[in-house]
Structures are given as structure tokens and as C-alpha cells.
């Protein structure tokens, strides 16, 4: 069949399209810059005859319609695979869950029905191209997976989503689709990076970056600290460096475009830099749109922690909430309040690690002022009551605060202690060291 004619067959309205939606249903919301709009605004207005709906996606970077509701929880949940800002405030009102994954393993979830495959799969995608493809834009992700075991497939073009090259599974062809919805295009969320870098991210990045050697291949998360390196390796010396990593952000088009990437020392994928879902500015889409340089896949071989350690001089920079005196680090909750997700960190930890001449670095400000203006550690005795372990204290290799880093692979307990001690802020260290005497893990002093 010819595919414009195809096309013209699947097309409905936004409003035609959630008729497909009854009670007790599940849906697949797209993920991250994917999130449909024009099929949420005309769910939002049938939301009220229907109960029992779960709906899942991730790292919101609007607030849906659907949210909006009055008594939203007497319709829906919400179950994020990642959670941002947006769903942050959803838990409180008690229709948005968070579901613990191993991030690298989500497109198996949908595969081996570990998770319940979709009634419904909608997400934004890029216009057709003339192979009959429609582009998962920057969020290839799991998004196949999702598709293949959703009853419905439901696209939503919009012809500001870039379009992405893989890789594989970057793309769904039309014979796939069940309904095609042409939105009203609205431009892509943007994401900023946080603000400008803090003198505490500038200190950080660069004891980060002069651990970089040339022809290392980078993974950086979310965040000012990640971004601040990003912006430090763009002015640096490097060369010759490789992009493999889950999260495609600004910092790399800045490197990019400074002549510091070109892949050439990549063990797998030379020449590209590789990408599970990517969400910054416009600049960010810009630079993915059309360009062969960048490879959308599947997170299971992005994080797959075989793929990232085959790659020589693997250097992985995340965040992190809290760090206790063990090495335990928690980057998605603080106590039991959710703050974000597991994503890729620990698989991300543990390749890095094991990729030769690889190392893998956590990065946290030393404090944090709570909402009374108090000064706060984030290295801590031991984690809050209810948080959550990341990545375990056997995993954990170098930590950075504005006071230094430190390496804790091989350490003992004593040793941890100390480290870390050595690194958090002054005002804190003698309140530590007596915590670390009471749970029997110190045994000299570090001054």
C-alpha cells in the first residue's frame, strides 16, 4: 500500500482517538519530550466518566492536563518509571506512583510481560518520513518495546520533534500504527540545566576533568554538577573524546561544537556518540535533528553494563542526593520522600568500573540550606531513615565535593570513613568523626 494513502486511513482527531480509552485500561504516555499533548487534553475532558485508568511514563517536563483534575486519584494513577518536579507534587495529592526499575532493564519488562503490555501506546513523534517511518524523536528509550506489546498504537506527529537516527528501534513504521493524530506542533519542552554553574559545580567539574585523559568516552547526568563539566571540557585541552550514555544533554553539543568529540577511540559505535533519550534546550534538538553523528538505541544497550565496559576509558559523572559514611550513596530519595529514580546510575557505576582505565564518579555539594535556612551535610553517619541505596557501598568508586575526592574502591570501613570525612564540609567533620567512633567504623583521626 502506498503509504500517504495509509496515512490518510489512520488519521483521526485527537478527540477520535481517546474513544479507544474505557475504563480499567492501561496507557503508555510516551517518555520525557515524547509525552503526548493533543491526545492528553482530549483525555483530560473524558477523564471524569472513567475510573481505574494507569497510565505510565517518566521525567514530566509539563503538567498534563489529566493532572489537572479535580479528585484526579478517583480516575487515574499515574506510574512513572522516573520521577522530575512535575510528579514530585502528583504523589502528594496522591494519584502518582513511583515504579522501581533497573532502567536498563525496562524494555525486557514490557517483553517477558513482567509489566502489563499497554491497552494503549501514545506518544509525540516526528512527521513520516518516505520509508513510512515515524522517528521516536530524542526518547527511543524503551518506546518499541512499549509498542509491540501495546493492543493500540496511537502516534501523535508533530513537526518540531526532531528527527532521530539510530541505532535501532529509533522508529516505527506506519504498518505498526493503528491511529495517526496530527497535533497542533507545539515546540519541544525544553530543559535547562539548572541555572548558571555555582562556584561549588566549578570546583567539582574540575577535579573531575583533570581525571579525564584523551579518548575517553563520557556519560553525564542531569544536573548543574554534570553540566559544569560538560562546559569545563568544552574549554579544555581534550581530544578525541566518545559520547555513550543515557541521557543526551546540552554539554555535549557544547563539547561537541568546541571540536572535542569525534569518536574516533570508541571500542563500539566509532565515530557516534550514542544515546538512550536526550531532553535541554532547542539547541540540543537542533543538533539531533537529522544528524548521522548521533545514534538513538534502546536503553538496553545503552546501559547495558557489558556494552558501556567494553568501551576503554569510560568516565561516568552523576549526581547524588546523599552519601553516608558506609559509601552508600542515594541519588533518588531523601527518607522516603521520591526525589527522582534509579535510571542507569548504578549500571553506569559498575561499567565504568569494569571498562579499562574506566572510573566512575558521584558528585554532590557538600551541603544543602533546608527550607528553615539551616546548613545541612550531605555526607551523612548513616542515610536518612527510608532512603534509598543507589548504588551500595561495594560499587561505589571516586566521590567529589567542593573539598576534594576520593577514591573508596578497596577501602575498609575505617578507610570509607575517613575519606569521606575528608570531604565534607569543615563544619561538619568532628560530628561525623564521632558518629563514625560510635558505630565502631573509625580509627584515627584525619586532621
Not at 68 to 82: G, I, P
Not at 215 to 234: D, E, H, T, Y
Not at 333 to 360: E, M, P
Amino acid at each position: 500500500m502506498d503509504f500517504k494513502q495509509e496515512y490518510g486511513q489512520k488519521s483521526v482527531t485527537a478527540a477520535e482517538a481517546v474513544k479507544a480509552v474505557k475504563s480499567g485500561d492501561w496507557i503508555d504516555y510516551g517518555w520525557t519530550t515524547t509525552t503526548p499533548v493533543a491526545f492528553d487534553k482530549e483525555l483530560a475532558k473524558i477523564m471524569p466518566n472513567l475510573k481505574d485508568l494507569n497510565i505510565r511514563g517518566g521525567i514530566l517536563m509539563w503538567e498534563p492536563e489529566i493532572f489537572k483534575l479535580e479528585n484526579a486519584k478517583d480516575h487515574f494513577t499515574w506510574n512513572s518509571w522516573h520521577m522530575g518536579g512535575i510528579e514530585r507534587k502528583a504523589i502528594a495529592k496522591g494519584f502518582a506512583f513511583y515504579a522501581p526499575i533497573r532502567y536498563s532493564e525496562l524494555p525486557r519488562y514490557y517483553r517477558d510481560g513482567n509489566t502489563p503490555g499497554a491497552d494503549i501506546a501514545v506518544m509525540q513523534v516526528a512527521p513520516m518520513d518516505n520509508h513510512g517511518y515515524f522517528s521516536f524523536g530524542p526518547s527511543a528509550s524503551h518506546l518499541m518495546a512499549a509498542c509491540e506489546n501495546a493492543k493500540k498504537v496511537i502516534v501523535e506527529v508533530n513537526e518540531n520533534v526532531p528527527r532521530c537516527l539510530g541505532g535501532y528501534e529509533e522508529a516505527i513504521h506506519i504498518s505498526k500504527v493503528d491511529m495517526i493524530i496530527e497535533g497542533d506542533n507545539p515546540p519541544m519542552a525544553e530543559m535547562g540545566g539548572g541555572g548558571a554553574a555555582t562556584e561549588v559545580d566549578k570546583t567539582v567539574a574540575e577535579l573531575i576533568v583533570e581525571e579525564i585523559p584523551n579518548g575517553a568516552c563520557l556519560q553525564l547526568g542531569i544536573g548543574g554538577m554534570p553540566n559544569a563539566v560538560g562546559s569545563l571540557i568544552a574549554e579544555s585541552d581534550l581530544k578525541d573524546l566518545g559520547v555513550h550514555t543515557e541521557m543526551f544533554v546540552d554539554g555535549f553539543v557544547d563539547i561537541a561544537n568546541a571540536g572535542k568529540i569525534n569518536g574516533s577511540k570508541k571500542n563500539l559505535n566509532r565515530f557516534r556518540q550514542t544515546y538512550a533519550f536526550g531532553a535541554g534546550t532547542k539547541k540540543l534538538y537542533d543538533y539531533l535533528d537529522n544528524n548521522p553523528e548521533c545514534m538513538s538505541a534502546p536503553v538496553d544497550y545503552t546501559n547495558d553494563v557489558r556494552i558501556i565496559s567494553a568501551h576503554d576509558n569510560f568516565i561516568s559523572i552523576n549526581n547524588a542526593v546523599d552519601i553516608d559514611l558506609f559509601g552508600q550513596v542515594s541519588s533518588e530519595t531523601s527518607g522516603t520522600k521520591q526525589i527522582s529514580g534509579a535510571g542507569g546510575q548504578l549500571d553506569f557505576v559498575l561499567g565504568a568500573y569494569l571498562s579499562k582505565g574506566g572510573k566512575s564518579f558521584i558528585c554532590l555539594s557538600s551541603t544543602f540550606k533546608n527550607k528553615q535556612g539551616e546548613l545541612k551535610s550531605r555526607i551523612l553517619p548513616t542515610l536518612h531513615p527510608g532512603s534509598v541505596v543507589t548504588d551500595t557501598r561495594a560499587n561505589t568508586h571516586y566521590v567529589v565535593t567542593e573539598y576534594g575526592k576520593v577514591n573508596l574502591k578497596g577501602l575498609s570501613t575505617w578507610q570509607k570513613a575517613e575519606a569521606l570525612i575528608s570531604i565534607a564540609h569543615p563544619n561538619f567533620r568532628d560530628e561525623l568523626i564521632k558518629d563514625a567512633e560510635n558505630m565502631n567504623i573509625w580509627r584515627r583521626s584525619n586532621k
